[in-house]
Each structure stands twice: as structure tokens, then as C-alpha cells.
């Protein structure tokens, strides 16, 4: 089975929506479990952002505190910036707590000023996006972040599978709420992403490819 349909079978296991609060309650004991973890510094994760400190020293944003069962970690790695935009690229690692899988890929930010008018500055409009990307627009030296990255998780998380970012993104979910959204959205459809890795993105212009 791919991965992509053994992690929807995981999912919809926790998120059915007849299970009732019930399995928000495990996921709570998930959530729990990972944040006495970090707070106390032991565990598999622990261990990976050692690794990663030791090649990227302490310049990395572990996320992984957020109420979400899913351990991330951004790893700065380029930025640019003008009067006119900011460039800022990123390396991702997220690692699900709700089934053994985990994927990589790079984020690019981009951040443009817009002048609605040459003579009027104060009237710029900022326009803002992400490119979520793996095997595209990239060096040989970010591919080695990735390589690297990508064999700490093997090494530390020896049960789970990788997954491609784009599937994630691309796979859709129905009739499903991730962790902690709201009712008022139990029309909108969320992406397998948003129930196994993190939310990060739901309100976010984002544009995904391989």
C-alpha cells in the first residue's frame, strides 16, 4: 500500500467525525506525551536536533510546541532582501505523531511591495506567498541539507516511511475536522497534510510543487 493511503487509513482512525471527543482525547495524550518530552529533552526528537545542531548550529525554529501531534523543525538556510521584496528559504522536516510517515521539503517565502501609485509610497500593497518544493529549484548544496536531514530521521525514527510533501498536499480529505479547527469550517476540505503534519498553511497563499 502507499504511503499516502496508509496514513489516510491512520488518520481517519483518530478524526472520524462520529467518534466525538473521545479520539480528541487521545490526541490530547499524543500532544501531551510530546510536549513533556521536549520540555524534559529526551526522546527520538531530542536526538535529531542534536544531530542537526551539530551541521546547522542553533540558527533552526523547532515549532514542534505547537498543540499539534506532529513534531517541525525550519531550518534557515538563504535569505535576500531589496527596498522592493524579501526572499527567505527555508528546509522543513515535519514527523507525524498520529502515523509512522514523515516529509521533507524546502520553503521558499516570498514577501514584494506593490505601489499602487509611483509618487505614493504609503499606499504599497505587500504581496506575500510560500513555494513549497523538493526536487526542483535547488543546489546541490540545499539537496545535501535535505540528504542529511532526510538520514537523521532514518536513523532516529527507524519505523517510519517517507512521504512526499506534494502528495500530502494534494491528497484530500471529506467530512473531516483536523485537530482543534473550528465547526464553522466543516464544509471546507483540508488536505492530508493539515490532519498528519501541521497546520501551518491552512490560511496561508501557497503554491506546491514536486
Not at 510536549?35 to 514542534?64: T, Y
Not at 514577501?111 to 499602487?116: A, I, P, V
Not at 500593497?125 to 538520514?151: C, G, P, Q, W
Amino acid at each position: 500500500m502507499v504511503p499516502e493511503h496508509i496514513i489516510y487509513q491512520d488518520v481517519t482512525q483518530l478524526f472520524q467525525a462520529e467518534a466525538g471527543r473521545a479520539n480528541y482525547q487521545q490526541i490530547r495524550n499524543i500532544i501531551e506525551k510530546k510536549v513533556e518530552d521536549l520540555m524534559i529533552k529526551q526522546g527520538p526528537w531530542q536526538l535529531f536536533l542534536d544531530a542537526i545542531m551539530k551541521e546547522h548550529g542553533e540558527n533552526i525554529n523547532d515549532i514542534s510546541a505547537l498543540p499539534f501531534p506532529a513534531y517541525n523543525l525550519k531550518i534557515p538556510l538563504a535569505s535576500e532582501e531589496s527596498e522592493s521584496y524579501i526572499l527567505k528559504r527555508q528546509l522543513c522536516i515535519d514527523v507525524s505523531l498520529v502515523s509512522k510517515h514523515y516529509t521533507i521539503y524546502f520553503e521558499d517565502f516570498y514577501n514584494f511591495s506593490e505601489y499602487m501609485y509611483e509618487e505614493a509610497p504609503m499606499g504599497k500593497i505587500l504581496v506575500h506567498f510560500y513555494v513549497l518544493f523538493y526536487k526542483t529549484m535547488t543546489t546541490e548544496s540545499f539537496k545535501r541539507s535535505a540528504s542529511n536531514a532526510d538520514d537523521y530521521v532514518r536513523q532516529f525514527f527507524p519505523e517510519y516511511q517517507f512521504v512526499s510533501h506534494n502528495v500530502l498536499f494534494n491528497y484530500k480529505v471529506y467530512n473531516l475536522l483536523p485537530y482543534q479547527a473550528d465547526d464553522i469550517n466543516k464544509e471546507k476540505v483540508f488536505s492530508l497534510y493539515d490532519f498528519a503534519m501541521s497546520r501551518h498553511y491552512e490560511y496561508k497563499n501557497i503554491k506546491v510543487i514536486i
